[in-house]
């Protein structure tokens, strides 16, 4: 008896949920949406097979999952669900939200016919796979502790409408960016002070938090130009801090210095801040930043370094 209360509820959840997300779409679509997210909260699995299952339809298993299959295929799913999902979580997103844009990629490694298998590589093993890449979004609050996933999608550089891993990531910014109306500071990886990311923002006045590798030429307070390693080694490092992280259930205490110095590009007007952090590790880490910083003011320069 409780475990059909507690389905009934969970149905009644959805349904309201899908409603507003399938807004668009045709019936049958929507029936499969709802019917989909049912299932896998269900059966706490992405089969089709389990998802049929939980389904309990009155006809064969079989039938279900070729209806399921069938509906899958259809292109306008993912391009009317996900702006759908932007529009729905938009009015959440303040003027300060972090958009964490992350490029992930889904490792294939036994997969041989599956449509347009990519290889890819993985950035934390240094390895490549066969596999697919992933942009995603999430928004959170510096100081919050709920997150909001605003966009997702996997891509293949073997697909005859790809471009670049660029493109992609700039796709997901323009998607995001009328719904909320330029609000957020997007923050992304090493790597995202590529000129072909890091220009394109700026023409886009989008305010962000990026991770750099350090190799990018840029131009000093005294009009110096060099890299932003060499600048960040002349970097004053004032301000002291000491977090706790807990890993594989232990407390480990990082005593760390922190400061910024104002930059700017070569042939750009706009002014951005290199953030630099000493004490996690042997390298410090370096990040860019188009948001305004007080750099004698230690709380202004740390909210950057928590975003």
Same mark, same amino acid.
């Given at each position: 008896?409780q =475990? ?9 959840q959805?349904?309201?949920? $899908? ?5 668009g ?13 049912? /299932? ?6 992405v089969?089709?097979?389990?998802? /049929?299952?939980?389904?309990?339809? !009155? ?11 069938r ?8 391009k ?8 729905m979580?938009s009015?959440?997103?303040q ?6 844009? !992350? ?8 997969a ?18 066969? /596999?697919? /890449? ?22 293949s550089?073997?697909a ?28 992304? !990886? ?29 131009? =000093?307070?005294?009009?110096l ?24 259930g ?49 709380? $202004? ?7």
């Amino acid at each position: 008896m409780q =475990d059909s209360k507690v389905r009934s509820r969970l149905k009644a959840q959805l349904t309201k949920f $899908s409603a507003q997300l399938c807004q668009g779409l045709s019936k049958p679509l929507s029936r499969f949406v709802s019917q989909v997210r049912f /299932g896998i909260q269900s059966s706490q699995h992405v089969k089709l097979s389990n998802i /049929g299952r939980s389904l309990g339809e !009155d006809r064969p298993l079989i039938r279900t999952e070729k209806r399921l299959s069938r509906n899958l295929k259809k292109a306008e799913l993912e391009k009317q669900l996900t702006a759908q999902l932007v529009r729905m979580a938009s009015a959440r997103v303040q003027s300060n939200t972090v958009l964490a844009l !992350d490029l992930s990629d889904i490792r294939k490694e036994y997969a041989q016919k599956m449509e347009n298998l990519a290889t890819v590589r993985d950035g934390s093993r240094g390895e490549l796979h066969p /596999g697919y /890449g992933l942009c995603d979004v999430t928004a959170a609050e510096v100081n919050g502790s709920e997150i909001l996933p605003l966009y997702e999608k996997l891509f293949s550089a073997e697909a005859k409408e790809f471009t670049s891993e660029n493109a992609e990531v700039l796709a997901a910014v323009d998607l995001i960016r009328a719904p909320t109306r330029g609000r957020g500071i997007r923050a992304l !990886d090493r790597g995202g002070d590529r000129k072909n990311l890091l220009e394109p923002l700026l023409d886009r006045a989008t305010r962000f938090v990026m991770r750099s590798t350090g190799q990018r030429t840029v131009i =000093d307070r005294r009009g110096l130009l060099g890299s932003v390693t060499e600048v960040a080694g002349r970097c004053r490092l004032p301000h002291p801090a000491r977090i706790v992280k807990i890993q594989e259930g232990q407390e480990k205490s990082y005593e760390l210095r922190y400061g910024a110095e104002p930059i700017r590009l070569p042939g750009r007007p706009e002014k951005l801040w290199l953030v630099v952090i000493a004490g996690f590790g042997a390298e410090r880490l370096l990040l860019l930043t188009n948001v305004p910083v007080r750099g004698r003011d230690s709380q $202004s320069v740390w909210w950057i370094v928590q975003i």
